[in-house]
């Protein structure tokens, strides 16, 4: 083992500028959820010239994507997502994550016969709200894998994520529209129907237990101050620990906005954006090979009071650990007092302490592959 484990280091050391030339595109043309069809191009290719087989449009989806190497009996899979948030760019640094799979995923190759791997590496659009592994997963991904892993860019090292459940909803409320001014009384306002909801939402907090969060944002509220809204829109997300406790909390929420329409006369209507992304649950043995990996990389993991934030942050990678074993750690580029979903942040996720977690990331997840080869592939998590 430890004579693949060198042999993956200097497969991805080689493959370096390569792989930093990938993060850095992906990070100079973000492309949203469901919206990635240059990363859907961009990020295979370099797999693709290494001899794995590429299935583009994976299962359907027209911005997901499957390649694969070797046939041995143990199958890793590496999760590389490369949606960007809107307005924000990579401010959760998705270019680091695609780029460092894609790293693990050549140094695997490099060992794949010695070590008995299958290396396999599934571009998962639409993390960032839209469920994209939710999909892949309902479709057939992931079946029969030893061990799903992947690593996320945050301001220090974390190992292991605790992620919120968590549920997407788009809300609309329908009123009628009239002149302000002139004939106010003959409107329906549904801008006011959100003003009631978010009341009610504030106030619902006090009754709300402390592993609840609920938050959201008008998307659009009215087109002219001289006329009645006739139509608001907004995005909510309920998160809680699980989805056990997602369920309890997801009804009070509904009565929130069904008080806003109550109050006004408007209609209104909840869609799902996605299905429920659900709590993690990590392989202990498996995260355990990565903290010695990352340690011996001379990684420093956070101590326990600045590490519980960012691994609170929800995923669709949840989902897949409920199927197949799998871990989610956090690998720090030296960003704060920046931290994810912020512009600063976005710029850290270049630059020389970028490139370092990327190899870094890359390295220590074809180790922690190797490793579970080694220990006789995978269990039932």
Request: glycine share 10%; hydrophobic share 40%; net charge negative.
């Amino acid at each position: 083992m430890a004579t693949c484990k060198e042999a993956a280091r200097r497969e991805i050391d080689r493959r370096s500028d390569e792989l930093i030339g990938l993060s850095e595109r992906l990070h100079a043309d973000p492309e949203t959820a469901w919206e990635e069809h240059r990363a859907a191009v961009a990020v295979p290719d370099l797999l693709d010239r290494a001899g794995f087989q590429v299935t583009s449009s994976y299962v359907g989806l027209e911005t997901a994507f499957l390649a694969r190497f070797g046939s041995g009996p143990t199958r890793i899979a590496l999760c590389a997502e490369y949606d960007a948030l809107p307005g924000l760019g990579h401010a959760c640094g998705h270019n680091l994550i695609a780029a460092s799979s894609v790293g693990a995923a050549l140094g695997l190759a490099a060992v794949a016969d010695d070590a008995g791997l299958t290396v396999e590496v599934y571009g998962t659009p639409a993390e960032e709200g839209g469920g994209g592994k939710i999909e892949m997963l309902d479709r057939g991904a992931f079946s029969g894998v030893d061990l799903a892993m992947m690593v996320h860019p945050a301001p220090v090292d974390v190992a292991e994520a605790r992620p919120f459940a968590v549920s997407h909803s788009k809300i609309s409320y329908t009123g009628k529209s009239a002149h302000a001014a002139a004939y106010p009384e003959a409107g329906i306002n549904a801008a006011d129907a959100f003003t009631v909801a978010q009341v009610a939402i504030g106030l619902l907090r006090q009754q709300l237990p402390a592993s609840v969060r609920v938050h959201g944002v008008v998307t659009h509220a009215g087109d002219a101050p001289n006329a009645i809204p006739e139509r608001t829109t907004g995005r909510w997300y309920a998160r809680a620990e699980t989805l056990a406790e997602l369920a309890e909390l997801e009804p009070r929420l509904l009565r929130a906005f069904e008080a806003g329409a109550l109050a006004t006369g408007c209609t209104v209507e909840v869609e799902p954006e996605s299905k429920p992304y659900a709590e993690f649950r990590t392989d202990e043995t498996a995260l355990g090979h990565y903290r010695r990996n990352a340690v011996a990389l001379g990684r420093e993991f956070a101590p326990p009071g600045q590490a519980d934030r960012m691994n609170r942050a929800s995923t669709d990678m949840g989902n897949v650990s409920q199927v197949v074993p799998a871990i989610h750690p956090y690998i720090g580029i030296g960003s704060l007092p920046a931290t994810n979903h912020q512009h600063e942040f976005a710029a850290f996720c270049v630059g020389e302490q970028a490139e370092r977690a990327l190899l870094d990331g890359a390295t220590a997840l074809a180790w922690t592959g190797i490793d579970r080869a080694g220990s006789g592939g995978g269990a039932a998590p």
